[in-house]
Each structure stands twice: as structure tokens, then as C-alpha cells.
């Protein structure tokens, strides 16, 4: 363990362990010592397994739960620890001598050596990094538990300070014993449903604490790598490429509670974080610009502007004259930020009509500046700020909506058919009423995709914009982008002719003519994964690309292919640059756009440098991706395993298939884990189901996911592989896994999912569902899937050539063990079936207390 990190962790768990003998006396202490003592013991002696149940079975419930909390407390800080150490590790990088690896100077001089000036040129005419972050209900920690994280974080920033002496040191000691005590004593459970507009206003705090910022040091790095040190006083080389949006708010699939007047207020909501970073940016940078006229003259078109605004608005323009005496970009920079704020509180006289007027007049500071002699104030932090206006707009990300496809086709029956409607019906018209009036608000951009979920056919698109028609009554429909999300095996296999039905409709052919001939088309791996296993999942994805991109090229369209990637492995996730590389030959063309879910925006996007770190990946990927070598590459990988592949799907197929249309499956299912108590944990606002109903089908994809890796199995991450893998040549196994980008980033996340699993807890689990034969059927392909995996890897066990994940994941396993013991012993007594009343909720408490634990310590949910 590096040595910083170790520091951290070790002062993290001591100032805990203060706080628990405050709190609750010793006797606490020295029980959390004792079960973290037995299970660290057990990892090496499984007899000790049993004395560690004992144990657990001994306290009574109050004390249960303090010790599930405890342990919850330990994760939450030795994951802040570990992001802490990350950052730095980060920093340190950064101001090394080297190119960093995956990072935009290595990738830019890569492309320049294999592409040319003119390769390069034209990867970034088409470029764009597309990230839509998303509601989808992963985050098992409140808001206030990740605010009390936080300041923790602040205190071991200001004790990693070099700059800090004894004084400052021993009042941040103070402080951190003070956040960590305020951490413990914070309820982990929600008492409340968690509502839309709460789900909004967590995404605007990681908006305001990182993203704002981050996007334009990103460009930066592109303009460094384009330009080298002539970054700063030149007209910048890297577009503004990154584009945000947004499903929080206005994803409806299969939830009640996002209404039209949600997503309304989420668009107000984003547009006044937005404007408020862009009034401060500006005045920041309005009062420190005090070049004055005699060293920096204005140009006649500065002086024209100002001289307007003057004349609109006599008496708030001498204010500014008497503040910035003979600085006339000071300004007009000025004038400019007032009108930003005029524009966020509604003053119609001097607000902004649209973000390109925002953009011009700031070009025209540039431009003065620029012709004054003067590049370096024209393109360094004014160009900031104009990045961020390119970027974010006044509505800071576009709004999407999203509907389930069988809704529309109701809603349609009903208006067609000409009597009344239904609530559902009239919220549909209604969605569609406040899409035109944001439109009106904010422009055409803002709200202009809507997303199908479950496409099946072209009628299904045709469905969307014949109820805008509809809704529209008469006037002017909104402008749509209406986007097929295909998520089932079958719906993938026919997704090409659903789409050239597509192209026969006419609003879809005049959008066509009027974006350039873009179309988009949403992937969707969570609920493909859910339907055929991941490996078949995987396999149908790449398929379907191809097939896509081969289509796209027919009919000369310029095709962006939207990821729809949870955060587990078992719903698409992974590291988000292997998974860019792994695309299918052709398939990103510049251009990747993907979900950002629940706990992955925080993880990836609460601290600045993390966030840096990984938008640059992604963007190194996407270039990396995009450029012939690398397609080529993957175009000759495809051809040689597309048969190997089309071996492996079909007895990974088999596999999954036989074991959840085993009969009774669903029954065993709900008793060998949590699944049906995860709904109380109020993770976000969306059910956990599409209906009522207790069929598989209709169970979301998250807390599938989320229940398997509470039983340490991670099942939808790699059932079925075992016997994909075992159908297949090993030798041809072994190749694919050195040459094919797509095998080799399935294997390794597989891998990943495996070493987060536990053999001998998960036995605990499943045991509870009294089904011997299904216990046995997963895990022989447990046992086949490590065996058959190490045998193509080559490695002699699971992460062995990933050191640093595979210690973190080792070090938190028993750790993990603890929680687990609690949780089965929750488990049991609720199935038992004269468990009722007081004692009921509090079992009910104590097994939702380690649910928050170990997502904490396997760092995932859903």
C-alpha cells in the first residue's frame, strides 16, 4: 500500500475508533475489534466462519445494528481515503517529466505520427464526448452522509497540505475527529421517499463543486496538446467537444412520479445553476481585467458596444464607468455579467435572447484584446469562460425524456378512438406540451431528444410525433429527436428494420434534412443483460453495431450510437475507456455518447481531479478509437472471431436461460436475498419494478444487480461465461483474448466480478432458498467460469496482473465478511415466519444498515 494511503486509512480508522468509545463506551470498540479480528482469521481458517456467526447471534439487535453501522462508517472513510489518494497520485503525475498515460498530449502525438496534421484535423471536426448523466437509482448513500463524507475530505486535505503548521495542523485534527463524529451519528437510511426534484438538485451540487470547472481545464489539455506552449496566447486549436445531458427529471420509464411539471422545474432548476457559475466566472474575471486604455486601446467594435449600452442603460453603465475608470474591456465584461444575471432572474430589457449573443459579445472582448497586442488576457481565462457558454448553454444540460413504448401506443389508441383519457394518456400530451414550451424558453436545444424505451417496430417512433401533432392542437409541435432505445435480444435483431422504417417517416426525413443527415439510436445493456446474460448480451451489442454502422454507411447517414451503460458489470459498466475501445469497427467515428448512473456520477465527477482524469480518458479513447489503425485492428479481430463468438453465445445463452426459467427461479430468487427489503432503502424515486407484478421481466435491471452483489455472487456479471468458455477451442480462446478488444474487456471485467465475489458467504445466502439444486447449478458455473477464465488468462488466480485492485479488493473482503454475517442473520430471522411486529422492523433496520455497508465496501450497487 503506498505509504500515503496507508497514513490515511490508519488515521481515518483511529479517529473512528475514538468516536465509537465516545459514544458508546469501550465495550463498542472492543466488539467491532473482536468480529473484524475473527473474519480476518476466517479468510485463512474457515472454521473461524462459524465463530464469527456465533458471535453476530450473540448481541441483541440494538447492538447489531451498532456495529453494522460502524463497519459502514469504516468503508464510507476508507473509500474517501482512497479517492483522496487518488487525486493526489493524480496531481503528482501531472507535474511529472512524462507523458501521461491516456491522457490527450499522448494520445494527440500518436494520432499526429500515424494520421498526419490532416488526420488529426479532421478526427476533431467531427469530435464530441457526449456523457447524460441519469437518475437510475445506485446511490445507496443519502446526500447527507456524502455532505459529511465531504467535509472529512476537507480536513485531510488541509492535513496533506505542506504549507500547514502545527497550529493549522492540530485544528484540522479537531476538525476531522468533529466530521467523523458528525458522520457516525447521521442517519445511512432514508426516512423519507426520495423525490424527483431531489434526485436534480444532487447532480446540480456535483455541477457546481466539479464539472463547471473541470470542462474547460479539460480543453485546455487539448489545446496544450494541439498547440504546445503557444496555449494561452493564441486563438485556441480544441473544440469545445464535450456536450451534457440529462435524464433526472425527465425519464418516466415505469416512473409515476416524473410528471410534466417535473420536468419543467429540473430545466429551471439546471438553468440557474448555470447562469449563477456564469455570472461569477464572469465577474471574476470582469474585476481582475484591468488592462487600461493607454496599454490596451479598444477596438472600434469594443467601443461601439459599450457605447450601446450606454445608451439602453445611462445610469447602471456609469456605475460600472465609475468603478472601472479607463478600462474599457473591464468593462464591457462587466456590462456583460449583469446581463447574464438578468438573464437568470427574468429582467426581459437587458437579458440575453440566447447563448450565441453571450458568445459574441465575449468574442469581442477576445477580438479587442487580441488586436490590442494582448493574446494572453484574449485566450486564457476569458477563453474559460467561453468554453463553458459553447459548452453549457443557459440550460447547462439538454433535458431528455424517455417513455416506455407500450405507453405510447396506449396514449394513441385513446386519442385516436376520440373519448375521454386517461391520466396517463393526458401526461403523455402534457410532456409533450412542456418539451414545446422549454423549447420557447430555452431553444430548440434544450429539450428536443425523446428517448423509446423497448423499440420494436417503426410505428413506435411513428407513435411519438403523431401525439406531439396531437398534443400541439392545432399550433406549432416541438421540435423532436425522437431516439428508438433498443434493449431486448429480439428488438437488437431486427433494430436495422425497424430503423429503415424509420427513414420512410416524414418528420423523421425532414429532421434529417435540417441536422445533416444525424440520426441516433440508444443501445440498451441492462436490460439485455438481464434477458440473456451478460456474455450474450455483450456479443448481441457488438453484432448490432456493426450491423448499424454497415446501414448508416448505405444510406450515407451520420450515425451516433447512444450507450445506455450502467455502472456494474453486470448492467455495461467498467472502465470507461477500455469499454470506448472495444466498440465495434466503425462504431464511434468521433463521436460517444453514454449514461453516467447513480453512484458512477459521484465516483466520477465529485472530486475535480477524478473527474478531469477520467473525461480525459474517455476523450483519449473516443480519438484513439476513431482513427484507422485501431479500427482496422478491430475490423480484423471481428472477422477471425465471429465465429468463436457465435460458439460462446450460444452456450452462454444456454446456460443463463436454463437457470432463471428454472421453475420456481423467481420464488427461490426472493428468499436467498434482499431483493424485496431493497425497495426500502428509497434509493431514488423510480419503483423497483415496471409493474406490480412479481415476475422477472418486470424487475428493473438495477436492483437485480444490486441483490446479487449483496449475496457476494455478482451473478449478472459472468454467468454463463463457464460454459461459453468450455464450448470453445482454449488455444483460439487464449488468441481472442490477446487480439479482439471486445473478448479481452469481457474477460477482464468478468474477472473483476468474479474477485468481488465470495464462495463461502454466498453458499449462506442461497442456502436460504431451500432449493439444493439451483444452489448446486450456480455454483458449478461458479467453478467453471474461474476455472475456464484462468486457464485463457494464464493467470494462476483471479486479478493476478491487476495488483493495486487486486490488494484493495483482498484488503476489504473481510471487512465486507462482517456486514455480511450481520445481513444473514437479518435474513434468517425474517424468513422466518413468526417473526413479526417491533422486532420485525428492527431486523428490517439492521439488514438495511448492512445493505449501505457493503455497497460502501464492494464500492457498487446497481
Known amino acids: 500500500m503506498p505509504e500515503p494511503l496507508r497514513r490515511d486509512i490508519r488515521l481515518l480508522g483511529e479517529v473512528l475508533g475514538e468516536v465509537l468509545s465516545e459514544w458508546g463506551g469501550r465495550g463498542l470498540l472492543e466488539d467491532v475489534e473482536r468480529l473484524r479480528r475473527i473474519v480476518i482469521a476466517a479468510r485463512e481458517d474457515e472454521a473461524r466462519q462459524s465463530e464469527a456467526e456465533r458471535l453476530v447471534a450473540s448481541w441483541p439487535l440494538e447492538r447489531a445494528e451498532q456495529v453494522a453501522r460502524a463497519f459502514a462508517c469504516y468503508f464510507h472513510l476508507a473509500n474517501l481515503a482512497e479517492e483522496h489518494h487518488r487525486a493526489r497520485a493524480l496531481r503528482e503525475r501531472d507535474r511529472g517529466p512524462g507523458v501521461v498515460a491516456d491522457s490527450l498530449a499522448g494520445t494527440v502525438a500518436r494520432i499526429r505520427a500515424e494520421a498526419g496534421e490532416d488526420g488529426l484535423r479532421r478526427l476533431l471536426a467531427e469530435f464530441e464526448v457526449h456523457p447524460v448523466f441519469t437518475a437510475h437509482p445506485t446511490e445507496a448513500r443519502r446526500r447527507a452522509v456524502v455532505t459529511a463524507i465531504r467535509r472529512?475530505?476537507?480536513?485531510?486535505?488541509?492535513?496533506?497540505?505542506?504549507?500547514?503548521?502545527?497550529?493549522?495542523?492540530?485544528?484540522?485534527?479537531?476538525?476531522?475527529?468533529?466530521?467523523?463524529?458528525?458522520?457516525?451519528?447521521?442517519?445511512?437510511?432514508?426516512?423519507?421517499?426520495?423525490?424527483?426534484?431531489?434526485e436534480v438538485r444532487a447532480v446540480m451540487a456535483v455541477f457546481d463543486e466539479s464539472i463547471f470547472r473541470v470542462v474547460p481545464e479539460v480543453y485546455r489539455a487539448l489545446d496544450r496538446a494541439l498547440a504546445g506552449d503557444d496555449s494561452g496566447r493564441r486563438a485556441p486549436l480544441a473544440p469545445a467537444f464535450l456536450r451534457v445531458g440529462s435524464w433526472v427529471?425527465?425519464?418516466?420509464?415505469?416512473?409515476?412520479?416524473?410528471?410534466?411539471?417535473?420536468?419543467?422545474?429540473?430545466?429551471?432548476?439546471?438553468?440557474?445553476?448555470?447562469?449563477?457559475?456564469?455570472?461569477?466566472?464572469?465577474?471574476?474575471?470582469?474585476r481582475a481585467l484591468t488592462a487600461d486604455a493607454a496599454t490596451t486601446p479598444p477596438s472600434a467594435e469594443l467601443e461601439r458596444r459599450l457605447a450601446a449600452a450606454r445608451a439602453a442603460d445611462p445610469v447602471r453603465l456609469a456605475a460600472i464607468i465609475a468603478r472601472s475608470p479607463n478600462e474599457p474591456h473591464r468593462q464591457l465584461l462587466l456590462h456583460v455579467t449583469d446581463r447574464i444575471r438578468a438573464t437568470r432572474t427574468g429582467r426581459a430589457d437587458l437579458a440575453y435572447g440566447a447563448p450565441a449573443e453571450l458568445g459574441d459579445d465575449l468574442r469581442a472582448v477576445q477580438d479587442s484584446l487580441a488586436a490590442a497586442n494582448a493574446p494572453r488576457l484574449a485566450y486564457g481565462e476569458l477563453q474559460h469562460l467561453r468554453w463553458q457558454v459553447e459548452t453549457f448553454g443557459f440550460h447547462l444540460a439538454e433535458l431528455e425524456v424517455r417513455q416506455h413504448s407500450a405507453v405510447h401506443e396506449q396514449a394513441l389508441a385513446e386519442v385516436r378512438a376520440g373519448g375521454g383519457l386517461s391520466a396517463e394518456t393526458e401526461e403523455v400530451l402534457g410532456t409533450l406540451r412542456v418539451m414545446g414550451g422549454l423549447q420557447r424558453r430555452f431553444g430548440a436545444d434544450a429539450c428536443r431528444r425523446y428517448v423509446v424505451s423497448f423499440a420494436r417496430h417503426p410505428g413506435d417512433i411513428a407513435a411519438v410525433y403523431e401525439l406531439a401533432e396531437r398534443a400541439a392542437a392545432g399550433g406549432a409541435p416541438p421540435v423532436l429527436d425522437v431516439v428508438p432505445l433498443f434493449e431486448t435480444a429480439a428488438d437488437l435483431e431486427r433494430a436495422v428494420d425497424t430503423l429503415e422504417g424509420m427513414l420512410e417517416l416524414e418528420p423523421v426525413r425532414g429532421r434529417l434534412a435540417a441536422t445533416g443527415r444525424r440520426v441516433e439510436v440508444m443501445l440498451g445493456y441492462s436490460d439485455s443483460a438481464k434477458e440473456v446474460g451478460p456474455v450474450s448480451a455483450s456479443l448481441a451489442l457488438y453484432t448490432t453495431q456493426g450491423r448499424l454502422v454497415d446501414w448508416a454507411r448505405r444510406r450515407r447517414l451520420r450515425l451516433t450510437l447512444f450507450h445506455g451503460r450502467g455502472g456494474a458489470l453486470g448492467r455495461g459498466g467498467g472502465p470507461a475507456n477500455r469499454a470506448v475501445l472495444a466498440q465495434a469497427p466503425g462504431s464511434v467515428a468521433g463521436r460517444f455518447k453514454v449514461t453516467e448512473q447513480g453512484e458512477v456520477i459521484f465516483a466520477r465527477y465529485a472530486n475535480p481531479a477524478i473527474g478531469r482524469r477520467h473525461l480525459e480518458q474517455t476523450a483519449s479513447a473516443v480519438l484513439l478509437a476513431s482513427t484507422r489503425a485501431v479500427e482496422e485492428r478491430a475490423e480484423r479481430a471481428a472477422a477471425e472471431f465471429g465465429e468463436l463468438g457465435a460458439q460462446i453465445d450460444a452456450a452462454s445463452r444456454g446456460a443463463y436461460r436454463g437457470l432463471v426459467e428454472s421453475a420456481g427461479f423467481e420464488a427461490w430468487f426472493a428468499r436467498v436475498g434482499p431483493i424485496e427489503e431493497l425497495g426500502s432503502m428509497r434509493l431514488g424515486s423510480r419503483p423497483a419494478r415496471r409493474s406490480g407484478s412479481g415476475r422477472l421481466e418486470d424487475l428493473r435491471a438495477i436492483p437485480w444487480v444490486f441483490a446479487w452483489s449483496q449475496m457476494r455472487?455478482?451473478?449478472?456479471?459472468?454467468?454463463?461465461?463457464?460454459?461459453?468458455?468450455?464450448?470453445?477451442?482454449?488455444?483460439?480462446?487464449?488468441?481472442?483474448?490477446?487480439?479482439?478488444?471486445?473478448?479481452?474487456?469481457?474477460?477482464?471485467?468478468?474477472?473483476?466480478?468474479?474477485?468481488?465475489?465470495?464462495?463461502?458467504?454466498?453458499?449462506?445466502?442461497?442456502?436460504?432458498?431451500?432449493?439444493?439444486?439451483?444452489?448446486?447449478?450456480?455454483?458449478?458455473?461458479?467453478?467453471?467460469?474461474?476455472?475456464?477464465?484462468?486457464?485463457?488468462?494464464?493467470?494462476?488466480?483471479?486479478?493476478?496482473?491487476?495488483?493495486?485492485?487486486?490488494?484493495?479488493?483482498?484488503?476489504?473482503?473481510?471487512?465486507?465478511?462482517?456486514?455480511?454475517?450481520?445481513?444473514?442473520?437479518?435474513l434468517r430471522a425474517l424468513r422466518a415466519s413468526d417473526t413479526g411486529g417491533a422486532e420485525r422492523e428492527r431486523l428490517e433496520r439492521l439488514l438495511l444498515l448492512t445493505v449501505n455497508g457493503v455497497a460502501a465496501g464492494l464500492q457498487n450497487t446497481g
Do not use: C
Not at 416524473?258 to 470582469?286: C, F, N, P, S
Not at 447449478?777 to 476455472?787: F, I, Q, S
Open 152 to 198: 472529512v475530505g476537507d480536513q485531510l486535505d488541509r492535513l496533506d497540505d505542506p504549507r500547514a503548521g502545527d497550529g493549522e495542523r492540530g485544528d484540522a485534527r479537531r476538525r476531522l475527529l468533529e466530521e467523523v463524529d458528525v458522520l457516525w451519528r447521521t442517519s445511512h437510511l432514508r426516512s423519507t421517499q426520495v423525490q424527483p426534484e431531489d
Open 249 to 286: 427529471g425527465g425519464d418516466r420509464d415505469g416512473n409515476p412520479f416524473i410528471t410534466a411539471a417535473v420536468t419543467a422545474r429540473a430545466l429551471e432548476i439546471q438553468a440557474d445553476h448555470v447562469l449563477r457559475g456564469l455570472e461569477a466566472a464572469g465577474r471574476r474575471i470582469g
Open 713 to 826: 455472487l455478482n451473478l449478472p456479471g459472468w454467468y454463463g461465461l463457464g460454459s461459453g468458455l468450455a464450448a470453445a477451442d482454449v488455444g483460439t480462446l487464449q488468441r481472442a483474448y490477446a487480439e479482439w478488444p471486445l473478448f479481452n474487456s469481457l474477460l477482464d471485467n468478468a474477472e473483476m466480478s468474479l474477485a468481488k465475489t465470495d464462495r463461502r458467504i454466498a453458499v449462506e445466502y442461497l442456502a436460504l432458498g431451500g432449493r439444493d439444486d439451483l444452489t448446486a447449478r450456480v455454483l458449478a458455473e461458479y467453478d467453471l467460469t474461474v476455472e475456464r477464465l484462468l486457464a485463457v488468462t494464464g493467470h494462476t488466480r483471479l486479478l493476478e496482473s491487476r495488483r493495486v485492485l487486486s490488494w484493495a479488493v483482498e484488503l476489504r473482503n473481510p471487512y465486507v465478511d462482517a456486514l455480511s454475517h450481520l445481513q444473514l442473520r437479518a
